[in-house]
């Protein structure tokens, strides 16, 4: 079976809220392919099923900072006069029993296994970093310098090659 949505796209609007990883209600809609106005109006008629941990709305500071990060064309702008819902994965899950088309059930599977994808990469990172500050821990000062290099690397971020040719 193909993907409906790739996993890379999805991880790109997985957004760290009040140190929470969430997705925007605008994004949700767009992979549902429902308008953010229906998917907000299935959440209000069950709100009951999303308690403060399934889902919060962005407050006007957040709100404020939200808009001023991402860089947004004139019409992304329109039809943001409220500040956004945030949904954590619970939340997420919760909306394919509130929105019951095949499509939100799908993706729904999709979102998920994108979360999983993230758990598994920090924690992956975060048993590395332990491991090497053990290693330190074990070994003399002879090896400061190849574990101050290895953390360098650690910390850089990856940029992307330059494409060569056309």
């Known amino acids: 079976m193909s993907e409906l949505v790739p996993v890379e796209r999805i991880v790109g609007k997985i ?15 767009e992979l549902y392919r429902v308008e953010t106005r229906a998917l907000k109006q299935a959440v209000r008629r069950n709100i009951k099923r999303f308690p403060p941990d399934f889902m919060f709305e962005l407050s006007r500071e957040e709100f404020a900072n939200w808009r001023s990060q991402i860089v947004m064309s004139n019409a992304d702008k329109m039809g943001l006069r409220r500040p956004p819902m945030a949904f954590t994965e619970q939340g997420v899950a919760m909306l394919s029993s509130v929105l019951k088309s095949d499509r939100a059930i799908q993706v729904n599977i999709q979102i998920m296994r994108a979360f ?34 290895i953390k360098q690397l650690l910390e850089v971020e990856t940029k992307p090659k330059r494409k060569i040719g056309f």
């Open 15 to 29: 957004y760290l809220i009040r140190k929470i990883k969430v997705m925007l209600d605008r994004d949700l809609a």
């Open 116 to 149: 999983t994808q993230l758990r598994q990469m920090l924690s992956t990172h975060e048993e590395l970093r332990e491991k090497i500050e053990a290693m330190e821990r074990k070994y003399d000062q002879q090896f400061t310098v190849v574990f101050d290099a």
